[in-house]
């Protein structure tokens, strides 16, 4: 069974440039968290996805990103004009469902897509 | 959600327990604690969560004061790939419809000495 997958896992845009950065979920799994690190701090929670679905985008940035799960294919977090505060590690994370029918606390992680902008 | 306190560095020596505690002396009686890692450059990985018994599974052990406010992470015999950043976060149980993400503070960089 795959866990979550990442790509690209290495990514280097210029400014003003467009990141796409691409995360499967786990089989079965149909939520999708994606969090962003900045070099040497914490993790930071961005937006909440189901299948066709923004739950909760309390953490993204309010312009350039956006986020969106289809019914098909993998989430994508996408970043416009990037500029040099973007560049961080990108991680989604995937979390199967509980009893009531929402995620449960034990969120898969992928390795990461780190963005690194010149 | 409760916050939590951890503190920000401890080594132990490989070979032995790793003892990892969190405060969270505001948690709900609804509120769960869960404990992730980070290995450096890696995705976070979790561990174990509880909400008032003590668990264990096969990576470490969850033994959480009878009032709840204070939990213990127990690593019994860590090892150098041990070393990581400890999260302690607590969750509450959420109903069919609503989402709550985990929101992960500064946690505890465990370093494992040979």
């Known amino acids: 069974n795959a866990g979550v997958m990442q790509n690209p896992r290495h990514l280097v845009r210029r400014r003003g440039q467009e990141a796409r950065l691409r995360c499967s979920p786990m089989?079965?799994?149909?939520?999708v968290y994606w969090y962003r690190q900045l070099p040497e701090e914490g993790l930071k929670f961005m937006v909440y996805?189901?299948?066709?679905?923004?739950?909760?985008e309390s953490g993204m940035p309010k312009e350039r990103f956006s986020a969106e799960f289809p019914k098909e294919g993998p989430s994508i977090l996408r970043i416009q004009q990037v500029v040099r505060g973007d560049s961080a590690a990108y991680f989604c994370a995937s979390s199967p469902l509980d009893a009531y029918g929402g995620p449960t606390g034990e969120l898969f992680f992928g390795e990461g897509s780190r963005l690194t902008v010149l | 959600d409760a916050k939590t306190t951890q503190p920000p560095s401890m080594d132990c020596a490989e070979g032995r327990a790793a003892n990892l505690p969190c405060n969270h002396s505001?948690?709900?009686?609804?509120?769960?604690v869960y404990w992730y890692r980070q290995i450096h450059s890696q995705g976070p990985q979790y561990i174990i969560h509880?909400?008032?018994n003590n668990e264990t599974n096969e990576m470490a052990s969850l033994i959480i004061t009878e009032d709840r406010k204070s939990s213990t992470l127990i690593l019994p015999h860590a090892t150098l790939r041990d070393t990581a950043v400890y999260y302690c976060?607590?969750?509450?149980?959420?109903?069919?419809?609503?989402?709550?993400?985990?929101?992960f503070g500064s946690g505890t960089q465990l370093t494992v000495l040979p």
């Open positions: 505001t948690i709900s009686g609804n509120e769960y």
């Open positions: 509880g909400l008032k």
């Open positions: 996805l189901q299948k066709e679905n923004i739950i909760d």
């Open positions: 089989k079965g799994h149909s939520h």
């Open positions: 976060i607590v969750r509450r149980t959420i109903s069919s419809g609503s989402a709550r993400q985990l929101t």
